[in-house]
């Protein structure tokens, strides 16, 4: 199965699936989603974008994005290249979902109404449960609730005080996910005093600073929002640095955890990091980014690998089967999962990215075919 980031039109997406596309990084791909739909419902100025990538393992669960997209095409593209990593995603995660991602334009208003989320719910509930979402960036439980009103195919409300917010399991993966790269790149079995930038002090980026904090990790953040950056300096004894530092800080370890793309041809010269592991959905602009950061002596631990503590835990709560201890032992085994692909990745002299790809595919291609209805 072709890895593949598509950039849609709106009129590739009317196309249907397999659609010739431009890529937002300069290539071209073939897109491989089962059906991307655009919704616009004018009277309520609401567009939405719901892609499912990959059904094959089960119904296509991901998160909603709330986001200000220029355009819809650009709402598109990011809904469509979301969704594959979805979809390599649950794989990994061996969670019994397929891939699958949904993109709010946000309105320029600020914040989404309740007819608007109600109306996203609707939208939703059509598809009769071939898509689960859930939180992603700008779309946190509240508004969530707002959409469950409308559809039953919701995840990360949480049911009893278990379940919800998935952030704080995201972040616990990807400290393990961190802590199996520092052990093979550093060769380090703790992070006391490993030096680490975390870029987006949002839901996860907090959340793991704090863990990183508690191990004895040393940190320097930046994010646009100046409360949150005080916080980590006066809570975690952070050193702030501007937004177009961080990445380039002196560090041992660069953990993106704000928006994707940020590992560009260009931007990745400026590492100073030998480990790259952090919570971000798509860090890489494309796969080969991965093999020149194996060329500069970067360990770049998946994305998608790593940051899976979150859908583990949706997965959990979706099915009415949370158990905290069962979810958090599953959630630890990032780093086993972690440890096994850096390690065939040294051993094949391959980019750890295309080594998870790779994984990821042999397990879809293992996966009994679906018949056509
Ligand atoms: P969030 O919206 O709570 O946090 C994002 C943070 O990044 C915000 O504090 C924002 O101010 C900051 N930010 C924006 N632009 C920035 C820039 N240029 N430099 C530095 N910081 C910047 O989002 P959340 O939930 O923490 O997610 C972060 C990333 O992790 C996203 O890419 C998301 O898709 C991914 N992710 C999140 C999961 C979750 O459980 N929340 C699960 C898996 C992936």
């Known amino acids: 199965m072709p890895r593949s980031h ?21 290539a071209v ?22 892609a499912l990538h990959n059904t094959q393992l089960g119904p296509a669960a991901g998160g909603c994005r709330c986001w200000h997209y220029d355009s819809q095409a650009e709402a598109v593209t990011d809904a469509a290249r979301l969704s594959e990593g979805m979809t390599y995603k ?6 019994g979902f397929g891939g699958g991602k949904s993109v709010i334009m946000a309105p320029k208003s600020g914040s989404l109404t309740t007819e608007q989320l109600h109306r996203f719910g609707e939208w939703i509930e059509e598809l009769d449960g071939r898509y689960v979402t859930a939180e992603d960036v700008g779309m946190g439980v509240a508004s969530l609730r707002r959409v469950a009103e409308r559809t039953r195919f919701v995840s990360g409300l949480g049911h009893n005080g278990v379940g919800g917010d998935p952030s704080p399991y995201t972040a616990l993966g990807v400290l393990r996910g961190m802590q199996a790269a520092v052990r093979h790149r550093l060769d380090r079995d703790d992070l006391e005093n490993i030096h680490v930038a975390v870029q987006g002090l949002g839901n996860v980026g907090m959340r793991l600073a704090t863990l990183l904090h508690e191990q004895g990790a040393r940190l320097t953040v930046a994010d646009p929002d100046r409360a949150r950056v005080d916080l980590a300096v006066k809570a975690l004894g952070a050193t702030p640095v501007g937004l177009d530092e961080i990445i380039g800080a002196p560090v041992d370890v660069f ?51 790593i940051n899976a503590g979150g859908v583990i835990s949706i997965a959990a709560e979706y099915r009415g089967k949370f158990d905290a201890t069962i979810v958090r032992a599953r959630v630890d085994n990032i780093y086993d999962r972690t440890a096994a692909i850096l390690k065939r ?12 790809d790779d994984l990821a595919a ?10 056509p209805s």
């Open 90 to 95: 649950n794989a990994i995660a061996g969670i």
């Open 345 to 356: 990745a040294y051993l094949s002299g391959e980019s750890t990215n295309r080594i998870a």
């Open 6 to 26: 598509s950039m849609l039109s709106p009129e590739a997406a009317a196309d249907g699936p397999s659609s010739w596309l431009s890529a937002p990084y300069g």
């Open 255 to 305: 953990a993106p955890c704000a928006l994707g793309g940020v590992l560009t041809q260009s931007s990745v010269r400026d590492l100073r990091a030998t480990v790259v592991a952090g919570a971000a959905n798509n860090q890489l602009a494309t796969q080969d980014v991965g093999d020149l950061l194996m060329a500069q002596g970067v360990l770049y631990a998946p994305d998608y690998v």
């Open 362 to 371: 042999a397990i879809l291609n293992a996966a009994p075919r679906k018949i």
């Open 29 to 50: 791909y073939e897109s491989t989603h089962e059906d991307i739909i655009v919704r616009h419902d004018p009277t309520l100025d609401l567009v939405a974008v719901i």
